[in-house]
């Protein structure tokens, strides 16, 4: 069935510092890829979208990189800061359609 | 900005007690969904529901799940007999504006229910 893997599990940098986070889904049908940024006990929170249409976009210090053929994409953290410690989610969907949510990957900034 | 609302925040039952979760999701929205999220593990897909029906449903959407939008504004989840293993987070999500529909799923604050 449909399924988005996603890696590390967890993942601790240095303040200032860049960290990645590497998805792969297996529907080849999904076209739209959304990052949710998930905190104790709070809502997921939508950082960041892509849809199959666009390889790359870029928000302040946030990118997401999308290959279709190989059916990866990656969330970029640039210059980390202390507020950007959470559960990060990639997830796939269709149009309209639910989302499938990876297994999170919980960042954690180092002072 | 609008948000998705639901109620209540928490709620404990004992096992095999029903339980009614309400949302109110994004006005304008026409695409409804419930996800669940048992503690430490990834948000699951449970049901999907447009224009008045169920679009979609999980394996975890069994018979004892069920839901409802009984008026222009709520849509609730309803587990009949609730197990143990129902104890998680319950998170509403809305989309889709009428005539241009969209991916983004706004998400709720959730319901945290625990199963005794």
């Known amino acids: 069935g449909e399924n988005v893997e996603q890696h590390p599990s967890t993942l601790s940098v240095q303040e200032g510092d860049s960290a990645v986070i590497k998805c792969t889904y297996s529907?080849?049908?999904?076209?739209?890829f959304p990052w949710y940024k998930q905190e104790l006990g709070k809502r997921p929170q939508l950082i960041i979208d892509?849809?199959?249409?666009?390889g790359e976009k870029k928000d302040q210090r946030i990118a997401v990189t999308l290959n279709k053929t190989a059916k990866h994409f990656s969330l970029h953290i640039t210059e980390t800061q202390p507020e950007d410690s959470a559960v990060y989610f990639c997830?796939?969907?269709?149009?309209?359609?639910?989302?499938?949510f990876g297994k999170g990957t919980r960042l954690h900034i180092l002072p | 900005e609008p948000e998705v609302t639901q109620t209540p925040s928490h709620q404990v039952t004992q096992m095999g007690q029903e339980v009614i979760l309400r949302c109110v999701p994004i006005?304008?929205?026409?695409?409804f969904y419930w996800y669940r999220q048992i503690l430490g593990q990834k948000v699951e897909f449970l049901v999907s529901?447009?224009?008045?029906?169920?679009?979609?449903k999980s394996e975890i959407f069994d018979d004892q799940f069920s839901v409802e939008r009984p008026d222009g504004s709520n849509f609730t989840l309803k587990i009949r007999s609730t197990k143990l293993e129902d104890s998680a987070m319950y998170f509403c999500?809305?989309?889709?504006?009428?005539?241009?529909?969209?991916?983004?799923?706004?998400f709720g604050p959730g319901t945290r229910l625990l199963v005794l």
């Open positions: 006005s304008n929205h026409l695409y």
């Open positions: 529907d080849s049908a999904s076209n739209y």
């Open positions: 529901f447009y224009n008045n029906e169920i679009s979609e």
């Open positions: 892509i849809r199959s249409n666009v």
């Open positions: 997830a796939a969907s269709k149009r309209d359609d639910k989302i499938i």
């Open positions: 999500a809305s989309s889709g504006d009428r005539g241009r529909p969209q991916e983004t799923q706004y």
